[in-house]
């Protein structure tokens, strides 16, 4: 009797990888419930830069006792752009090796893990954040990505620099598109990222 339920339950999910047999992989309003979670984070982590760039030019400009320098202005563009990227990167990366989830996906009760069931890598977890994630490519961030681009193309003005730095603005907006599309293509709700790396994402069993 065990073995004929094995056997229709495999029948019934021809395609699920076996790691993701008796696994719940999660419905897309968790997907995007997480997205919108995670973009208020997002919005948290620019502010807090924000502010630091700011008391970064206040102190700046009381040791000058006028108009901040160039150095302090550009500082404070590199406290804003630089660390809001490089923090939310490292906040993301660090929470999906730990745990498989982002702050957005703890609070929905989702995670992501490998096709096999197990546990995300190193590998994994690069390729699917750098594959296209809207949280990387977040539209909140389209602002720092283009200010970004247009300080790079005023220390090197080509039209070559400027088309390259204008490919991560771009991609805040079809990012996003990109991942809700696939993910309602997919019969697993597979965003690209989560092809690209191998990934699935299931609802966490509660006990």
């Known amino acids: ?6 056997h229709a339950v495999e029948r019934a999910t021809p395609a699920a990888p ?3 047999i008796g696994r719940s992989v999660a ?4 997907r995007v ?4 979670v995670d973009s208020i ?3 948290a ?5 924000f502010v630091i760039g700011g008391v970064q030019l206040l102190i700046a400009d009381s040791r000058t006792a006028g108009d901040p320098s160039d150095a302090a202005f550009y500082a404070f563009a590199a406290i804003v752009l630089g660390g809001s990227l490089i923090a939310w990167s490292a906040f993301n990366l660090a929470l999906m090796r730990w745990r498989g ?3 957005g996906m703890y609070v929905i009760g989702i995670k992501t893990v490998s096709e096999d069931g197990t546990a995300l890598t190193t590998g994994r977890t690069l390729l ?3 594959g296209l994630h809207p949280l990387l490519f977040h539209p909140l961030l389209l602002p720092i990505w283009l200010i970004l681009s247009y300080l790079i193309f005023a220390a090197t003005p080509s039209r070559a620099a400027l088309a390259i730095t204008l490919v991560p603005v771009l991609l805040c907006l079809v990012a996003p598109v990109v991942s809700l599309s696939t993910a309602l293509l997919d019969r697993e709700r597979r965003a690209l990222h989560d092809r690209l790396a191998h990934t699935l994402v299931v609802h966490i069993e509660t006990r």
């Open 1 to 6: 009797m065990v073995s004929a339920s094995k």
């Open 18 to 20: 076996a790691g993701a």
């Open 27 to 30: 419905h897309l309003s968790a």
């Open 33 to 36: 419930s997480a997205y919108f």
């Open 41 to 43: 984070v997002l919005l």
């Open 45 to 49: 982590f620019i502010l807090v830069f």
């Open 101 to 103: 989830q982002t702050m």
């Open 128 to 130: 699917r954040w750098f």
